[in-house]
């Protein structure tokens, strides 16, 4: 198993290993030492590969992921796996702001907390969240979904289009165009499943309750104008 | 003596003009603001106002036709490790799929092409038919993020990363549900019909810190491969190029207020940003004092038109400009043989600008198949690459007429102002005088 020591082994070496690994390859498993807070730590995974980070990560970590298994063993900061394409992000700590921006598939998991605009213009990626949220989380979200076992900040899902998103704890507020819908047996059974593969076991999904878009921004109308 | 009271023609207010008049009538009709597409219409100090000098008894000119003007220009050489070279300093501006139809980015495409130098995605992604046709495809990392994709971003030649826009700096954009096809919806995770919003601030990043370290970021995930540009739109120019260059940009694309936008308020487009000419020497001039003049490339864009206005941008000290609205233009946009239609529009060519509502006659900002097929992507290729042949070869002969043999030597020294206003932007001399306002010597 390749270890780098990002304590006196340069980025650029982890990220084009992680690149350059050919179809079929059988080491794809990483160990990352000593990140101390380093930016765009894996980032760009292009391969099933397990990365395990020992330690906490900075800005952009495994940034637009695409098949790769990322555990990061400590906390991660802004933007931790943006825009990500597919595959798992397990935060085993906090992550900071915009945690799965624009993301378009695969899972993110933070056990710990997640800071403000978490889930920001999802576009198709799963966030489960153990403990809480920040405000304006899944602004503008667009599909996928956010499981938060904790609390969610103001305007929870501002401008929000399709993303569903489902909190167990208290919402602060929601945002503009965000309701409350009801839970029917398909959102359930979604919930059930992203708590599985999250590795939730003592939370059901009827604890749960359901936001989405109440869909009157879709089309601009004038007499709206107060909600923007 | 009976008094008569002689005629006074009635007076209309320079303030209250017809257009404001019908505007003011158009708000109370409708409550809501005008939104089009293009750029400013109003009259701004603009590249019309400069005149070269040309060569003299202490400058000799070269030989049109014989001795060599070189016109090649190399972006992105000071971090990537494959910049990319340019046959003509003239590339074609982000334009969206979306915006636009297939047809239409797919003749910039050939345009480009056949011309040696670069096209732009936008706003929606990069399309296949459009990387296809692109030799060098500069593929827009925009606030919206609609169709970021990691290989996309290795299948394209350089990586804008879009701040700004002149047309509408601090504005984000809006695409109008009549306008999102099945393909378009699909393209940005979105249901079709709805109006697509493209957010005005990245999602991920705020400020020149962060910048630097989601440029980092791009870098890593490319392998320090890609050209990486930042686009500004032109409201502090000097702050915004230094701020970034030091987040590590190679290139960047400084886009004045005539620049064009699919769809945005009217209000927008004509009160918020600087012409283009106010803004190229503040640019400069933090480049300069940084020592990073022709290391990291300046490319100017908003209203460029002709041969002149290259020659003249790069005088000032762009090392190149980007074309959007002249390039939809040559590749037949508001052209009069669609007069009828415009007519029944309510509108005439020339001064079609409802490029959002997707009705355009010329099948170029549409959705509509039946409109997209009048624009035959070969033929509409073929004349961009036309005309940028000849504003390439009318950029040379300004520049052999000043005695240059590459349009980057062009210096502000060539170049003489017609109005203060002009002088007092462009830093140079009123013509006839030595006088540059706010430099002294009057």
């Known amino acids: ?228 | 003596m009976s008094y008569h009271n002689p005629y006074t023609p009635p007076r209309k207010s320079a303030t209250f003009d017809d257009y404001t008049l019908a505007e003011i009538r158009r708000a109370a009709a409708t409550g809501i603001y005008d939104i089009r597409g293009a750029g400013t219409k109003r009259k701004v100090p603009h590249f019309d106002d400069l005149l070269f000098l040309g060569a003299s008894i202490s400058r000799y000119p070269l030989e049109g036709y014989r001795e060599k003007c070189d016109t090649t220009v190399v972006l992105g050489s000071r971090f990537a490790k494959k910049p990319i070279t340019l046959k003509t300093p003239i590339t074609i501006a982000g334009m969206s799929f979306g915006a636009l139809s297939g047809n239409a980015k797919e003749a910039l495409g050939r345009g480009a092409t056949i011309s040696g130098t670069s096209t732009t995605t936008g706003d929606g992604g990069m399309t296949d038919e459009e990387r296809g046709h692109s030799q060098t495809l500069v593929y827009q990392y925009l606030p919206s993020r609609y169709g970021m994709n990691p290989k996309d971003l290795r299948r394209a030649d350089a990586i804008e990363v879009v701040v700004g826009q002149g047309a509408k700096p601090g504005g984000g954009g809006m695409l109008l549900g009549q306008k999102i096809s099945d393909r378009v919806a699909n393209m940005r995770n979105l249901p079709k019909g709805i109006d697509q919003r493209s957010a005005c601030r990245h999602p991920d990043w705020t400020g020149p810190d962060d910048l630097e370290i989601k440029i980092m970021e791009l870098r890593e995930i490319t392998d320090w491969e890609k050209p990486i540009y930042v686009k500004i739109g032109g409201a502090r120019p000097y702050y915004d190029t230094a701020l970034a260059v030091k987040a590590g940009a190679d290139v960047v694309v400084l886009d004045g207020m005539q620049g064009g936008t699919a769809a945005t308020q009217d209000v927008f487009i004509e009160n918020v940003g600087m012409p283009t000419l106010a803004c190229i020497r503040p640019a400069v001039q933090a480049l300069q004092e940084l020592g990073m003049h022709r290391k990291v490339q300046l490319i100017v864009s908003g209203g460029i038109r002709s041969g002149a206005d290259v020659a003249k941008a790069l005088a000032l000290g762009a090392d190149a400009v980007a074309i959007g609205t002249a390039a939809l233009v040559a590749i037949g946009d508001n052209d009069p043989h669609w007069e009828e239609e415009y007519q029944k529009l309510g509108t005439t060519a020339g001064a079609y600008d409802d490029w959002h509502e997707g009705k355009d006659p010329a099948g170029i900002t549409t959705q509509d198949p039946e409109l997209a097929k009048r624009l035959d992507p070969v033929a509409a290729g073929r004349r961009l690459a036309n005309y940028l042949k000849v504003m390439t070869l009318e950029a040379q002969t300004i520049a052999r007429a000043c005695g240059k043999n590459h349009l980057h030597n062009l210096e502000p020294e060539d170049l003489v102002a017609l109005t203060i206003e002009a002088s007092a932007m462009a830093q140079v001399p009123l013509a006839g005088t030595n006088w540059i306002p706010g430099k002294g010597g009057f």
């Open chain 1, 1 to 228: 198993m390749p270890i780098f020591d990002l304590s006196n082994t340069p980025l650029r070496e982890l990220n084009s290993a992680l690149h350059a690994l050919s179809k079929g390859a059988n080491d794809t498993e990483f160990e990352v030492i000593n990140p101390r807070g380093s930016h765009a730590v894996a980032v760009g995974i292009d391969s099933p590969v397990t990365v395990s980070v020992r330690g906490s990560v900075g800005y952009y970590c495994a940034g637009m992921n695409d098949g790769g298994r990322v555990t990061v063993h400590g906390s991660a900061g802004p933007g931790v796996a943006e825009n990500m394409m597919s595959g798992t992000v397990v935060i085993e700590g906090d992550a900071s702001q915009y945690a799965g921006a624009t993301g378009r598939g695969g899972l993110l998991v933070i056990k710990g907390n997640a800071a403000s605009r978490c889930g920001i213009s999802m576009k198709g990626i799963d966030i489960v969240v153990h403990g809480s949220i920040g405000h304006m989380s899944a602004f503008m979200g667009q599909s996928g979904h956010l499981v938060v076992l904790g609390d969610a900040g103001d305007a929870l899902g501002d401008s929000l289009y399709e993303a569903k998103l489902f909190v167990r704890g208290e919402v602060k507020s929601l945002g503009s165009d965000c309701i409350e819908k009801e839970m029917r047996r398909e959102h359930l059974e979604k919930l059930a499943e992203l708590l599985e593969r999250a590795g939730v076991t003592d939370v059901r999904p009827e604890e749960f309750k359901r936001y989405g878009s109440a869909r009157k921004l879709y089309n601009f109308n004038i007499d709206n104008a107060d909600a923007y």
